[in-house]
């Protein structure tokens, strides 16, 4: 059975820092590219950032460039997203989905809330 | 504002038949990249529905279909039920922001 587990999150000051985890089991993951979409209180899906299954290659959306970083441990099947530079805009619940696109597997979903 | 412009909302009695418009452009599903559909309920993830245009995942009931012709891809819901209110997305890639992108989402009532 596809699992993908959540952890990380939680509340932030503006221009703080955290790290949201994505562990993964029931499928090769390391012939998975995997993806982080956020939803915004209210708001619709935004898509943030994917790595490839090797991890060689990340891919980010203009609004996280250069603040987000995506990684992955095939070895441990997990994958993780660094978020820096925190902004209120940033506050929403972040979703872990395996593959690039027409996602099946999701996360449960973590919140992150940037407040002061 | 999205790329990819869906209606705000959406509405239809038990048994109708419903659709649910995604209009893109020349650099989305324009430029031949599939059309993904998801159905997301409150405080929920995403489940998707129809993949590859229209191509139904096991388990999603067949009253679902998708199609695509030129910029545009669209959801049908024939024979529409209460279970069935809930806020749909769709989804491509665009290569002029090089980015997976979503529409902005369609809410469905049940009337």
């Known amino acids: 059975e596809v699992q993908l587990v959540q952890s990380g999150g939680g509340l932030v000051q503006p221009g703080g820092s955290l790290r949201l985890s994505c562990e993964a089991s029931?499928?090769?993951?390391?012939?998975?590219?995997m993806t982080w979409v956020r939803q915004a209180p209210g708001k619709g899906l935004e898509w943030v950032a994917a790595?490839?299954?090797?991890?060689?290659?990340?891919y980010y959306t203009d609004f996280v460039k250069g603040r987000f970083t995506i990684t992955r441990d095939n070895a441990k099947n997990t994958m993780s997203l660094e978020m820096n530079s925190l902004r209120v805009e940033d506050t929403a619940k972040y979703f872990c989905?395996?593959?690039?696109?027409?996602?099946?597997?999701w996360g449960q979903g973590t919140q992150v809330t940037v407040s002061s | 504002q999205s790329v990819l412009t869906q209606p705000p909302s959406v509405s239809g009695a038990p048994g109708q038949r419903v659709t649910i418009s995604c209009t893109g452009s020349s650099s989305n599903i324009g430029a031949g990249y599939d059309v993904h559909w998801y159905q997301q309920l409150p405080g929920a993830a995403p489940r998707l529905l129809i993949s590859g245009n229209n191509n139904r995942p096991s388990g999603v009931p067949d009253r679902f279909s998708g199609s695509k012709s030129g910029t545009s891809g669209s959801l049908a819901i024939t024979g529409v039920q209460a279970e069935d209110e809930a806020d749909y997305y769709c989804?491509?890639?665009?290569?002029?922001?090089?980015?997976?992108?979503f529409g902005g989402g369609t809410t469905l009532t049940v009337l």
């Open positions: 029931g499928f090769t993951f390391s012939r998975s590219a």
């Open positions: 989804q491509s890639y665009d290569t002029s922001l090089k980015a997976w992108v």
């Open positions: 989905a395996k593959d690039y696109t027409g996602s099946y597997f």
């Open positions: 790595i490839s299954g090797s991890g060689m290659s990340t």
